[in-house]
């Protein structure tokens, strides 16, 4: 996420999570230009769900292994092993389709995209689904959480529903745990929360003990963005898109892609599937929730695969969002981010300071931000806003955090660490 851009946190995590399925980002602007250009030749960025999805109570659904609802027998993809026998080396990225048309109801997919194992970004697959009541975009983007070696903790790691009494961008959302102690989270909530079109955005997200991150994400449009809506609702039933996600199916593919095996991550990574180097979005979020102030009622929070975390909070004097950005390898672009007036601390750690307008056009919005880089090239990035998004109308006269809480927030030495 760009340290100085932002959009509505529900907004936010439906993009993320499309832009995880399609390895896209959105164009670094402000200060990140610079940067941007300085690390983008050797570091590609990318914008993913970090941690995973929360999920829904629902009745008759067990999660368990899943066939298709209508029936209906289909052919093993070509890579797929038999029961019993030894796991896949490679699923295509027809494998990847081939295996969501078994799992969707009757009816026509179209793929936009897809991906399989053996390339450097996640399995995905992305399409048009028609049941014969109008098209709605379907998406299934695949990948694994780790967590240095442990079992992962499915319920730290999927996507949080928002806390109850707070604001809420879904409609519904609810988390649950199955009973192989895997965490699912179902939401039903708008593509834009101002909800300036109708288009609607339903997902399913799932963690497993094992790591295993299944996304699920439909429209009632045949696209995220840009086309009409076709349906009232996206054409899956929150049970079926429990279903979808929970089927084992996605769990073998996952199994087989490479660098995966048991859990274990490599040198420099610290969760998710990150790259070597960048830190995970969970666990970025873990160290804010540590290091923000008492006092403050969290909420909303989320954060994307690496790099980025962020809480909306409340001091009851209106909500405010605070977003950090941890960005390693960042010394080559020192002289473009940080001018004469950035102070230079006595181990070296440069610190800069701002405070100015909001850069989305909410009205009254003002961002405060304290911009760090250590000796290393580990760059951290803290800002706050006076109100719940930068597109949002200001709640409050300042940001409930103060810049001398920014500045403690961004220099202290749990970014540093791959643990908590």
Same mark, same amino acid.
């Given at each position: 996420m760009p340290v100085d851009q932002h959009s509505d946190p529900f907004e936010e995590r439906l993009a993320a999570a499309l832009h995880e399925t399609g390895g896209a980002f959105g164009s670094p602007s402000g200060t990140l230009v610079a940067a941007g250009q300085a690390r983008g030749r050797r570091l590609r960025r990318r914008a993913a769900v970090a941690g995973g999805a929360a999920g829904l109570a629902l009745v008759?659904?067990?999660g368990a292994l899943l066939t298709p609802w209508d029936g209906a027998p289909a052919a093993k993809p070509s890579s797929v092993a038999a029961e019993g026998s030894a796991a896949p080396k490679a699923y295509s990225a027809d494998d990847v389709v081939r295996t969501l048309r078994k799992l969707l109801p009757r009816g026509t997919f179209t793929t936009s995209d897809a991906r399989g194992t053996g390339g450097d970004l996640p399995p995905l697959a992305v399409g048009a689904f028609d049941d014969g009541k109008g098209?709605?975009?379907?998406?299934?983007?695949?990948?694994?959480?780790?967590?240095?070696?442990?079992?992962?903790?499915?319920?730290?790691?999927?996507?949080?529903?928002?806390k109850k009494g707070g604001q809420s961008p879904f409609e519904t959302c609810t988390t649950e745990i199955l009973?192989?102690?895997?965490?699912?989270?179902?939401?039903?909530?708008?593509e834009y929360p101002d909800r300036r079109e109708d288009?609607?955005?339903?997902?399913?997200?799932?963690v497993t003990p094992a790591g295993h991150h299944v996304s699920v994400i439909e429209w009632n449009a045949a696209a995220e963005k840009g086309k009409p809506v076709t349906r009232?609702?996206?054409?899956?039933?929150?049970?079926?898109?429990?279903?979808?996600?929970?089927?084992?199916?996605?769990?073998?593919?996952?199994?087989?892609? +490479? %660098? #995966? &095996?048991?859990g274990t991550p490599p040198p420099g990574s610290s969760g998710s599937?990150? =790259?070597?180097?960048?830190m995970a979005g969970w666990l970025i979020l873990?160290?804010?929730?540590?290091?923000?102030?008492?006092?403050?009622?969290?909420?909303?929070?989320?954060?994307?695969?690496s790099g980025y975390a962020y809480f909306v909070v409340d001091d009851g004097k209106g909500a405010g969002l605070v977003q950090v950005n941890v960005q390693p390898g960042m010394s080559d672009a020192a002289g473009e981010l940080y001018g004469s007036d950035a102070e230079t601390l006595a181990d070296g750690t440069r610190v800069a300071t701002r405070q100015? +307008? %909001? #850069? &989305?056009?909410?009205?009254?919005?003002?961002?405060?931000?304290?911009?760090?880089? =250590?000796?290393?090239?580990?760059?951290?990035?803290?800002?706050?806003?006076?109100?719940?998004?930068?597109?949002?109308?200001?709640?409050?006269?300042?940001?409930?955090l103060t810049m001398g809480q920014l500045r403690a927030i961004a220099l202290s030495p749990r970014w540093r660490s791959a643990e908590d």
């Amino acid at each position: 996420m760009p340290v100085d851009q932002h959009s509505d946190p529900f907004e936010e995590r439906l993009a993320a999570a499309l832009h995880e399925t399609g390895g896209a980002f959105g164009s670094p602007s402000g200060t990140l230009v610079a940067a941007g250009q300085a690390r983008g030749r050797r570091l590609r960025r990318r914008a993913a769900v970090a941690g995973g999805a929360a999920g829904l109570a629902l009745v008759g659904v067990s999660g368990a292994l899943l066939t298709p609802w209508d029936g209906a027998p289909a052919a093993k993809p070509s890579s797929v092993a038999a029961e019993g026998s030894a796991a896949p080396k490679a699923y295509s990225a027809d494998d990847v389709v081939r295996t969501l048309r078994k799992l969707l109801p009757r009816g026509t997919f179209t793929t936009s995209d897809a991906r399989g194992t053996g390339g450097d970004l996640p399995p995905l697959a992305v399409g048009a689904f028609d049941d014969g009541k109008g098209a709605g975009s379907v998406s299934v983007g695949l990948d694994r959480v780790r967590s240095q070696g442990r079992e992962v903790n499915p319920s730290a790691a999927v996507l949080p529903c928002p806390k109850k009494g707070g604001q809420s961008p879904f409609e519904t959302c609810t988390t649950e745990i199955l009973p192989d102690r895997s965490a699912i989270t179902v939401y039903q909530g708008y593509e834009y929360p101002d909800r300036r079109e109708d288009t609607k955005a339903w997902g399913a997200d799932l963690v497993t003990p094992a790591g295993h991150h299944v996304s699920v994400i439909e429209w009632n449009a045949a696209a995220e963005k840009g086309k009409p809506v076709t349906r009232p609702e996206p054409p899956l039933s929150p049970v079926r898109l429990k279903a979808l996600a929970a089927a084992s199916d996605w769990r073998r593919i996952i199994d087989a892609m +490479p %660098g #995966e &095996k048991e859990g274990t991550p490599p040198p420099g990574s610290s969760g998710s599937s990150a =790259r070597p180097g960048e830190m995970a979005g969970w666990l970025i979020l873990r160290k804010l929730s540590l290091l923000l102030p008492e006092g403050l009622d969290r909420v909303a929070h989320g954060s994307q695969e690496s790099g980025y975390a962020y809480f909306v909070v409340d001091d009851g004097k209106g909500a405010g969002l605070v977003q950090v950005n941890v960005q390693p390898g960042m010394s080559d672009a020192a002289g473009e981010l940080y001018g004469s007036d950035a102070e230079t601390l006595a181990d070296g750690t440069r610190v800069a300071t701002r405070q100015g +307008p %909001g #850069e &989305k056009g909410g009205e009254g919005v003002v961002m405060w931000t304290a911009d760090t880089l =250590r000796k290393d090239g580990l760059r951290v990035v803290v800002s706050a806003f006076n109100a719940s998004a930068q597109d949002r109308k200001a709640t409050r006269a300042e940001p409930a955090l103060t810049m001398g809480q920014l500045r403690a927030i961004a220099l202290s030495p749990r970014w540093r660490s791959a643990e908590d």
